[in-house]
């Protein structure tokens, strides 16, 4: 049999350009389902009406200025308080059928602010929605880096199994960050059984594979990967000795760390040395704020905070003297936690008290935003505090081991998946979900030793880091001192494991800060996201009843589970029905 297939100058012309595409920008050949209707279009060019419909939001402080074209307008968010409330009704109940929602985007540069929400319609006490969001990854003490990607998911309270990610390195027993950068993920580990494989990075390769990116120069006295974050496009790493006993030089018969270097990836296993920052002997924390990069120093260091001019490190101070422990840029200001208080930096060499040891902590651990809020893990009752402003901090629960004479919990980490806040706790390497006040849901301890023992430090267990990676929540494991003479201890530590939950699609290489046209899609068990007219990405349900996502809350623009957004947006548009490539790149570029 012969089969005869002509092909159109625009179809050959389509195919040529395709070739050129970049291999995860992937153009759709599906076409939009004939059913698709536009339920919702708020235009955002002088207020929140629908164009469409009834749907018309409610604004709070929006400013409406120059749009994607000269001629154009838009809605600008300020990050802190603006959003759009758009009540909920039938034409928002989503159900189990196919949605499209689309808008043009623009991100503030540079970052002043963790980044934000877009477009949400979710009851975090069902687990039932969507989100749309901007994500930065941030990896344990350091700071959101300044990278925007793009997360669309959908759940009905769904939680997968959890995966075996794999073990970096086998001398390893501790994983000190996960951090995503230019479309992979990363992570340093803590250190190993010969000077010349400690201070390592590696890039997950899928399944439970990793590969060596190289080491953080070659002093011996460096052990440690201590802190990564992104900034301005490039990925950056600290030096240090994880074990806090080794680096202040209290380790009978062994030398301290050796003083901090910072270093930037040139790719491959190539890393240039940035130089000294500081007397430290740990590079505790990095952040990225206003176009600047910062590092926080240990105590040995006397607890300064210095950043980088691109040529050398200029000091800022240092607000008590103790661990400076993390950064987090927070409603246009950079705020920072000491290993028992939190401030605000007023620059130079200035720092404002807005906390000292609240609620009876000693340690603060990990910064994060939720719900527009500033959020401390701390030790040792192992207290999520949040910031309700004047030095207010309030309990939103404790986590870990029940109370006793002596506590011992510490949140190491926390950060916001798919419309939920997890954590993770130190003893025994815990993961738990936030549901509302005092109460958090227990997913499980992902590692464990047979000695594990409650008065003995060096056997308690580490959930190092979380971070969110090709829609799946990725957690790693540590022993508590991250000893390489720990990793024969138990295989689960210094190991990666990922969650999924609910379902989510992912856009992980920077949109940057110009205008950017955003389509997320729901097409039967799958989901797509389409940047600039182009697929990137998508995902397929697992198993089971498709999610339905009715639930009773409005739909949000410029807000959600995370915090506010900061930025302009435009040209808004829900339909119901799954748009195809076609019509995506029809509604970006209208006749």
Request: net charge neutral; charged share 20%; glycine share 12%.
């Amino acid at each position: 049999m012969r089969i005869r297939i002509t092909l159109s100058l625009s179809m050959i012309a389509l195919i040529s350009i395709a070739a050129f595409v970049e291999p995860t920008l992937l153009w759709a050949a599906e076409p939009s389902a004939p059913a698709v209707k536009m339920v919702g279009h708020w235009p955002l060019v002088q207020d929140a009406r629908d164009a469409v419909g009834q749907l018309h939001g409610k604004p709070t402080n929006i400013k409406y200025g120059r749009g994607v074209h000269p001629e154009s307008m838009a809605a600008f968010f300020n990050g802190r308080d603006s959003m759009i409330k758009i009540p909920p009704g039938e034409a928002l109940n989503l159900g189990t059928r196919d949605f499209s929602l689309t808008a043009w985007v623009k991100c503030e540069m540079p970052l002043r602010n963790t980044l934000g929400d877009l477009v949400s319609q979710f009851d975090p006490s069902a687990r039932r929605g969507f989100n749309l969001h901007l994500s930065g990854s941030s990896p344990a003490y350091s700071s959101m880096s300044d990278t925007r990607h793009v997360h669309f998911g959908i759940d009905d309270q769904y939680l997968g199994e959890r995966e075996d990610c794999g073990k970096p390195w086998p001398s390893n027993s501790l994983i000190t960050c996960l951090i995503v950068f230019d479309g992979d993920l990363y992570c340093g580990i803590a250190d190993a059984d010969r000077s010349k494989d400690k201070a390592r990075v590696f890039r997950y390769d899928g399944g439970q594979r990793w590969v060596e990116c190289g080491r953080l120069g070659n002093d011996p006295h460096h052990h440690s990967v201590q802190a990564m974050v992104v900034h301005e496009g490039k990925l950056y790493a600290g030096t240090g000795i994880y074990d806090w006993v080794q680096a202040m030089g209290q380790l009978k018969g062994q030398p301290s760390a050796s003083p901090t270097r910072v270093f930037v990836y040139e790719g491959g296993t190539k890393w240039r040395d940035l130089g000294q920052v500081g007397s430290g002997s740990r590079v505790l924390c990095m952040g990225s704020f206003d176009g600047e990069l910062f590092a926080g120093m240990d105590v040995i260091g006397k607890g300064h905070a210095y950043k980088f001019d691109g040529k050398k490190w200029i000091d800022c101070g240092a607000p008590d003297g103790r661990n400076f422990e993390c950064f987090l840029p927070f409603g246009g200001k950079l705020y920072a936690a000491t290993h028992g208080n939190i401030f605000e930096y007023e620059g130079d060499q200035s720092w404002r008290s807005i906390g000292a040891e609240p609620q009876g902590i000693t340690q603060i651990h990990a910064m994060q935003v939720a719900g527009g809020r500033m959020l401390l893990g701390t030790w040792p009752q192992g207290y999520v505090l949040r910031y309700d402003g004047q030095k207010t901090w309030t309990k939103t629960g404790r986590l870990g081991l029940p109370p006793a004479k002596q506590p011992c919990n510490e949140i190491t980490d926390l950060t916001v998946y798919n419309g939920k806040l997890y954590a993770g706790v130190l003893p025994k390497a815990e993961l738990y979900r936030y549901e509302k006040d005092a109460e958090w849901t227990l997913i499980r301890s992902l590692a464990d030793r047979p000695d594990w023992a409650e008065d003995k430090v060096a056997t308690w267990l580490r959930l190092t880091c979380l971070t969110a990676f090709q829609g799946k929540l990725f957690a790693a494991t540590g022993s508590c001192q991250g000893r390489a003479l720990d990793a024969s201890a138990d295989a689960s530590l210094g190991r990666v494991f990922a969650y999924q939950a609910g379902q989510v699609v992912s856009y992980e290489r920077d949109i940057g800060e110009s205008w950017t046209h955003i389509a997320a899609v729901r097409r039967g068990r799958k989901l797509h996201l389409y940047i600039n007219g182009r697929l990137v990405t998508t995902s397929q349900l697992r198993q089971g009843a498709p999610f339905d996502l009715t639930n009773n809350q409005p739909l949000l623009v410029g807000f959600g589970s995370q915090n506010y957004f900061t930025g302009g947006m435009a040209d808004l548009r829900l339909y119901r029905g799954a748009l195809g490539a076609d019509a995506v790149r029809e509604v970006m570029n209208p006749r």
